[in-house]
């Protein structure tokens, strides 16, 4: 239990869960813990049933267990719809005031929530640090700890808090001490954020000016964080009438020179898939943040799925290239988003970042010395010689790029069949040349991409079975994989579909289990496309994703 | 600069008579003349839709982006906010930005941004032949309304003038002085500049000898008054009937802008590194 400590708080939307779920992680990161935390909520403002799970563990962690060593429960609810998560050894924290606890074998602590903060005429919304206080004292985490984190984190009424906080505290008893994971330099405390706030440092690394977006479950958050960062980062950052202005804008912003990106759910790049095609014509380059939710249609808003893989490999009219990456967490996130950005400018084409709710909101420890340094690569610009045509022929299909205003020149951009100038052409040679053109620029980008671990394998990697996932199933694939002795195959990359190295990390597999949440196993799909047989299909689509039990189970009853 | 040096080699394929030709005639004499009173032809962008009005950016030999049916204003809007030294110029169709694109005629218009759009507004599809557009007379016979169409058509003017444009024209392309000054006027304003051209489709929807009849140009108007505006749009609503139709600069007024809202003051590479670890300090 103490290298691996599940905790989840439950209340009802309005009461800051999500926040309080933070605060858990942060504790446990200051003591070196290392942090994946998922938030469950409905979609509504207030009321419903709102939950976090923190799980704090000395290894990097991507998934939550089923079990919870600890239950903090803010109304009744929560107590009725989480306590099969119970162990014997688990402990309850609840509001006394609003919690009965009666039917409860394990140990609990009840604290007077409501009543502390009415003799300390607090806030309803300073219920969390209250019984925060009361978390602390239970799991013996230094009070000095948990005070330092709310001063840090708290952004009003500091004062307050803290008293609320200590007398939580107070009121609590001691039923275990957690130790710290380790004391020495190598597992210090990590900054704890969400995949979208990875997203957005790895596209600033890589040097984006400009972030448009219309708000959509799970990608708003992009838009929230974007919009903070604006003038640390001399960002421009626009919140436009729809998804399609927000294509279309990326582009007009490309054509400038600025490096912009957008980000969207399924439903709004619904809308976006005609500016798509666009730039894959006009060769604009635009970084796609696309974060699934359960589909079709409105489908589970908050909630996650894999149902978009092939919607993204193939939107848009025509053929173009385009690079497609789906992280499996924030430090993935960080990095492959820096390298979406290069990839759209040195190839003048659509990249996609293809996340979902899971990877998007959830919190996770990042390291950014590991998830690799991404750096800014100039675009290939035009030299100044001679006439300048935006569309000109070369041996890698890439156009050397040009910005106005430029002194005697003139830059053209066309979403027809063009020229290399630029100008409209119904020409066959050229529709045809020109086409050879975009697609070359796919050949040099897959090329480039060899240099890139495109591919990840984890895990047992002598085995002979393998499971094979894409996305937020990554975590837990690989704490399943370790677990069972497997192999557990990420493939990050989606296009330009990195085949070779795929084929290189399935060599002595002689069975192959796709992990997906989605329905139709989409994967595996795109894998059979290069003749590689899925053996097995565990497949989760009910907008929740797995659980390490869940995926044990299912492979449990596959191995037999 | 010689209006001619901004043709290019594109072959025209607007049919004998189109009211585009006016337009393309107007724009090129404006640009080579603003060119030599501080507008650089290099400074300029021109964005265009789809439709027949569309070419017009193979036939100038400037700064382009040719985009997709509906789809000018957007585009516009961050070519300004990513430079705005930048003279940005749309084109675009009644269909264009009327039926398909007009949440971003609105928007634009309601943020002020300073660019300019010309609206073709031939009052029918020309490129597919001739069905009805938002500005079609009710009981426009085209393709898709062989019984003649049953709805009302809009007034452009009037929503551009509701919804924050500062500068609102109307032109005929029979008449190109008229139309010079006032592709000059717009462009120079600061400021959301739209410019409505009555402009004849030989082919789907021959208008000019209604327009020579009943146009005429209004003088004197107090142009900074929304009222008079707003009287002088709604005189005419582009229905069949036989009420004068003005022509000239109804309104023009200055507003705060949206690309004065944006700085651009992008840390190099080694200093984002430093405030990105700032940043995850606080994360901590």
Known sequence: ?560 | MNPKDLATYARNTWCPGCGNFSILNAMRAVLAELDGEGYPIENVVLVSGIGCHAKIVDYLNVNSFYSIHGRTLPVATAIKLANPDLKVICFSGDGDSLAEGLDHLVFAAKRNIDITIILHDNRVFGLTTGQYTPTSPKGFRGKSTPQGSDELPMNPAEIMLVCGATYIARGYTHGIDLLQRLFKEAIVHKGFSFVDVLQVCVSYFNMYEAYNKRTYEVKGNDTGSFEEAQRIIRSWNYDGGEAPIPLGKFYETDAPRLDQAFLDARPKDLERHARIKVLLENFI
Not at chain 1, 144 to 156: E, F, G, S, T, Y
Not at chain 1, 289 to 313: E, K, N
Not at chain 1, 447 to 476: H, I, M, P, Q, R
């Open chain 1, 1 to 560: 239990m103490m290298n691996d400590f599940s905790t989840l708080i439950g209340g009802i939307a309005g009461d800051g869960i999500n926040e309080a779920g933070g605060t858990i992680a942060r504790l446990f990161n200051r003591l070196g813990f290392r942090i994946f935390m998922y938030y469950d909520y409905p979609s509504l403002i207030r009321g419903g049933h709102n939950f976090s799970v923190v799980r704090a563990s000395k290894q990097n962690v991507g998934a939550c267990k089923d079990q919870i060593d600890v239950l903090i429960a803010l109304n009744q609810d929560t107590v009725e719809m989480h306590k099969w998560r119970l162990l014997d050894d688990s402990f309850v924290i609840y509001d006394a005031d609003r919690v009965k606890a009666d039917g409860i074998k394990q140990r609990s602590c009840g604290i007077p929530v409501t009543q502390i903060l009415k003799e300390e005429g607090a806030l309803p919304v300073m219920k969390n640090s209250c019984i925060l206080g009361g978390f602390c004292q239970v799991v013996g985490i230094e009070w000095a700890v948990l005070k330092d984190v709310l001063l840090k984190h708290i952004p009003k009424k500091v004062e307050q808090n803290l008293r609320v906080a200590r007398r939580g505290y107070d009121s609590a008893v001691e039923f275990c001490r957690i130790e710290r994971a380790s004391r020495s330099q190598d597992q210090l405390a990590l900054p704890v954020m969400t995949g979208n706030q990875a997203i957005c440092l790895g596209l600033i690394k890589a040097g984006l000016g400009a972030y448009v977006a219309y708000p959509m479950t799970p990608s708003s958050s992009l838009l929230d964080f974007m919009a903070r960062l604006a003038p640390d980062f001399g960002l421009k950052v626009v919140h436009p009438e729809n998804e399609i202005a927000v294509i279309l804008m990326a582009q007009g912003f490309a054509y400038a020179g600025i490096k912009a990106a957008v980000g969207t759910s399924g439903g709004g790049f619904c809308l976006m898939t005609e500016g798509v095609s666009l730039a894959g014509m006009a060769e604009n380059p635009v970084v796609i943040v696309m974060s699934q939710r359960t589909g079709p249609s409105t489908g589970l808003p908050t909630y996650t799925a894999q149902g978009d893989l092939h919607f993204v490999l193939n939107a848009g009219q025509g053929e173009f290239p385009r690079f497609v990456v789906s992280p499996g967490d924030a430090a993935d996130a960080y990095y492959w988003s820096g390298i979406a950005l290069n990839m759209a400018w040195k190839y003048q084409t659509p990249a996609f970042i293809l996340s979902d709710k899971v990877t998007s909101e959830s919190l996770y420890s990042l390291d950014l010395d590991a998830a690799g340094d991404v750096f800014e690569e100039e675009p290939l610009l035009w030299d100044g010689q001679g006439k300048y045509n935006r569309y000109s022929y070369t041996n890698t299909g890439v156009s050397p790029m040009a910005f106005p205003p430029q002194k005697g020149q003139v830059i053209k951009a066309d979403s027809y069949v063009h020229d290399e100038f630029g100008i409209t052409t119904e020409d066959p040679k050229i529709a045809k040349e020109m086409n050879d053109k975009r697609l070359q620029k796919g050949r040099s980008m897959a090329e480039d991409l060899d240099g890139y671990e495109t591919v990840k394998v984890f895990g047992e990697e002598t085995s002979k079975t393998a499971l094979l996932c894409w996305g937020s199933n990554k975590g837990v694939c690989i704490e399943a994989a370790r677990k069972f002795g497997l192999k557990a195959i990420q493939v990050l990359v989606l296009s330009p579909f990195p085949e070779a190295k795929l084929l290189q990390a399935l060599e002595g597999v002689h069975r192959l289990i796709a992990v997906e949440c989605n329905s139709t196993a989409q994967l595996a799909r795109l894998v059979g496309f290069y003749g590689i047989k899925i053996h097995d299909r565990i497949l989760k689509y009910d907008g929740r994703p797995f659980s390490l039990d869940d995926l044990q189970a299912d492979l449990g009853r596959i191995l037999g």
